[in-house]
C-alpha cells in the first residue's frame, strides 16, 4: 500500500474521490480515514493539478467553489510548508501576507469587540462604529484586485485555471457580503441578530480566504512564477493599491538578466487611412483619451488597453496575452461569451451597459471590430465617467480663464 500512496497518479485519484464524495454530501469527518491514505507529502500544485482535472472532467467552476470551504478544512494541518527565500520585505508575497496580518488584526482588535457592543446595545453610535469598521474592511478588496489581476495571470499561462477560478468567485462573495453588510448597517432597521449572523459568516470566509492564499495560492504561485514576472507584479502593484497596509520598505530587485528593456514606441510611422503617427504619438493620444479602451482579438486574446491617469477599473500589464473570460469572474464570464458570439455572428455590431459607482456613472460600450469585407477582428471596449456629461447645461461659447 505504501508504494501505492506514494505514487502521484494514485494519490490525484484518491484526492479527486474525497472531494466528489464531498460533493455527494458526506461530511468531513466520514472521507477522513480515506484522505489519511494519501494526504502525506501533497504540495498546493497537486491540489491545483486535482482542481484542474476536476473541471476538466466536466465539474462546473461553481460545484468547486462550494466546496472551498470544505476541502480547504480537510487540508488544514496536511499542506507540507513551504519557504522561499523570495519572502523577504518588499517581495510581493511579503506584502499580501502583511496585509492578511493587518486585516486579521482588524478583524480580532476593532470589529470583533464593536460586533460585541452591538449584541449588548444596537445604539447608533455602536452602528456607526461597526460601518466605519466594514469600510476600513473594504479594503480587502484591493488585496483580491492585486491577487486577481497580476497572480492569476501568470498562474493562467502556466496552465493553473481552476484554482484562480475558483478563488475569484469567492473573493466577489466576499465582496458582495461587505457591501450587504453596510447597506443592513447604513438602513439599519432592528434585525440585529440578522446583522450579526453576516457579519460573523462573512468574517469566517475572510480567514478561510487568507488560509487558502498562504496554504495554496503563495507556494504555488512562488514555485511557478519567475522572477521577472515577480518583478512585474512589484512594479504594477501601486497602481491598483493595498490593503490597511503599504509596503513599507522597497524589495531590493535584482534580475535574471542585465540586457536593457527594449522602447517599441522609438519604432517608425503608422500609416493610416488619414495620415500618419508614429507608436509614441499613438500611444500619447490614447492615453489622453477621457475614456478607458480595451482590445481583444478575434481569438479572444487581450492585446491592448489605454492607461490613462484615471483609471475606472484596474489594468495591469499582466492582462496582455490574457484571454478576455479570464479577466471576469466566474459570476460574469457568461455575459461575457454572449456578447463575443453575437459579434462573432453578425447578429449585432455594438452593446452597451451604465453603472453606479460611487460618485462615478460609468458608461460601457462594446463595439464589434471588423475589416473592410466585413471580417470579425476583435472586440473594442470604451469606458467612460459620463456623471460630468451629464451635468452640461446651456452653451458655452467663451474660452476658460
Not at 510581493?92 to 482588535?109: L, W
Not at 498562474?155 to 466577489?172: H, K, S
Not at 443592513?184 to 434585525?191: A, D, F, I, Q, S
Not at 455594438?350 to 471590430?369: N, P
Request: glycine share 4%; with cysteine; proline share 4%.
Amino acid at each position: 500500500m505504501s508504494e501505492l500512496i506514494n505514487n502521484r497518479e494514485y494519490r490525484q485519484k484518491i484526492l479527486k474521490e474525497v472531494i466528489r464524495e464531498l460533493h455527494a454530501g458526506k461530511t468531513v469527518e466520514e472521507v477522513k480515514e480515506k484522505f489519511a491514505e494519501a494526504i502525506e507529502g501533497v504540495s498546493p500544485s497537486e491540489i491545483s493539478a486535482m482542481e484542474t482535472q476536476l473541471v476538466k472532467e466536466g465539474l462546473p467552476i461553481e460545484e468547486i467553489q462550494h466546496l472551498c470551504n470544505v476541502h480547504a478544512a480537510v487540508f488544514k494541518g496536511s499542506i507540507e510548508e513551504i519557504h522561499h527565500p523570495e519572502e523577504i520585505p518588499g517581495h510581493p508575497i511579503h506584502t499580501f501576507k502583511g496585509e492578511n496580518r493587518a486585516i486579521e488584526k482588524h478583524i480580532d482588535s476593532n470589529l470583533n469587540s464593536n460586533v460585541e457592543k452591538f449584541k449588548e446595545k444596537d445604539s447608533k453610535e455602536n452602528i456607526i462604529s461597526l460601518v466605519e469598521d466594514i469600510n476600513l474592511l473594504w479594503d480587502i478588496d484591493k488585496h483580491y484586485s492585486r491577487k486577481e489581476n497580476l497572480i492569476f495571470p501568470y498562474l493562467e499561462r502556466y496552465g493553473i485555471t481552476a484554482p484562480p477560478q475558483v478563488m475569484w468567485g469567492v473573493d466577489d462573495e466576499i465582496r458582495a457580503s461587505l457591501k450587504d453588510i453596510k447597506l443592513m448597517l447604513t438602513n439599519y432597521k432592528g434585525n440585529k441578530d440578522e446583522v450579526v449572523k453576516k457579519i460573523e459568516d462573512t468574517v469566517h470566509e475572510i480567514k478561510e480566504m487568507i488560509y487558502k492564499e498562504e496554504k495554496i495560492l503563495f507556494p504555488m504561485a512562488l514555485e511557478t512564477l519567475t522572477e521577472d514576472e515577480w518583478i512585474t507584479i512589484y512594479d504594477e502593484s501601486d497602481e491598483i493599491g493595498y490593503a490597511i497596509i503599504s509596503p513599507d520598505v522597497e524589495w531590493k530587485l535584482r534580475r535574471t538578466s542585465d540586457e536593457p528593456l527594449k522602447d517599441d514606441l522609438e519604432a517608425g510611422s503608422v500609416q493610416f487611412d488619414a495620415g500618419s503617427l508614429t507608436p509614441r504619438e499613438i500611444n500619447a493620444i490614447f492615453n489622453h483619451m477621457p475614456v478607458e479602451m480595451t482590445f481583444i482579438d478575434e481569438n479572444d486574446v487581450v492585446k491592448y488597453f489605454s492607461k490613462g491617469d484615471e483609471r475606472i477599473f484596474p489594468r495591469t500589464k499582466a492582462v496582455i496575452g490574457r484571454t478576455v473570460q479570464n479577466c471576469h469572474p466566474p459570476a460574469s464570464v457568461d455575459i461575457v461569451e454572449s456578447i463575443l458570439n453575437d459579434f462573432k455572428s453578425g447578429k449585432k455590431d455594438s452593446e452597451k451597459f451604465w453603472i453606479k459607482m460611487g460618485d462615478l456613472y460609468v458608461l460601457i460600450s462594446y463595439f464589434a471590430i471588423r475589416d473592410k469585407d466585413g471580417t470579425y477582428m476583435g472586440t473594442l471596449e470604451f469606458s467612460q465617467n459620463i456623471a460630468p456629461i451629464q451635468q452640461i447645461k446651456g452653451e458655452k461659447r467663451l474660452l476658460s480663464e
